[in-house]
T-cell receptor
């Protein structure tokens, strides 16, 4: 079974600075997706960024980018120019592309990000 | 287009009571999922439905039942609620195919006393 580990329960960053959230995963598969979801105090789960394992290029969405190291099974999220609205719980998630998995998500335990003004 | 909706948003039950959490999506998605979120545990899959007419157990199915009523609706039932089922419950849906992410509802906060 796949596992996802987020080793930082809490992180803090100054507004306008850069912060990196860590995620490692364990799998024997070669074809999968990785996701970062954001959960603000409203509780809504919001997709931040996704990465397909077969793509070597790291995904980028505006101020959010990932460092995907497939051999090391590492998938970190970098937030540049942090804003107060980035304060939230961030979850890393794994999804197999095997049809037999029915595309279920496996989540890490989350990292609570605080942004200080 | 409302996306994924869940009712109720909040619920308090006494131990032993039963209730059904409702979930509906208007995006014509094939797959639907129920998760629970507990502090320090992330989201854990309870049950899922890969398509209309099928349901399967996830990681933590004990104490729950589900019904995929039609393509739009996927309900989660607690037959005899226990304090250990105090949690926030999320429903999610996804289109068929591996290139799509799951879309989440707003969650239901359930407290069992």
């Amino acid at each position: 079974a796949q596992t996802v580990t987020q080793s930082q329960p809490e992180m803090s960053v100054q507004e306008a600075e850069t912060v990196t959230l860590s995620c490692t995963y364990d799998t024997s598969e070669s074809d999968y997706y990785l996701f970062w979801y954001k959960q603000p105090p409203s509780r809504q789960m919001i997709l931040v960024i996704r990465q397909e394992a077969y793509k070597q290029q790291n995904a980028t969405e505006n101020r959010f980018s990932v460092n995907f190291q497939k051999a090391a099974k590492s998938f970190s999220l970098k937030i540049s120019d942090s804003q107060l609205g980035d304060a939230a719980m961030y979850f890393c998630a794994y999804r197999s592309n095997s049809g037999g998995s029915n595309y279920k998500l496996t989540f890490g335990k989350g990292t609570l990000l605080t942004v200080n003004p | 287009n409302a996306g994924v909706t869940q009712t109720p948003k909040f619920q308090v039950l006494k131990t032993g009571q039963s209730m059904t959490l409702q979930c509906a999506q208007d995006m014509n998605h094939n797959s639907m999922y129920w998760y629970r979120q507990d502090p320090g545990m992330g989201l854990r899959l309870i049950y899922y439905s890969a398509s209309e007419g099928t349901t399967d157990k996830g990681e933590v199915p004990n104490g729950y039942n589900v019904s995929r009523l039609n393509k739009r609706e996927f309900s989660l039932r607690l037959e005899s609620a226990a304090p250990s089922q105090t949690s926030v419950y999320f429903c999610a849906s996804a289109p068929k195919g591996f290139s799509y992410e799951q879309y989440f509802g707003p969650g239901t906060r359930l407290t069992v006393t």
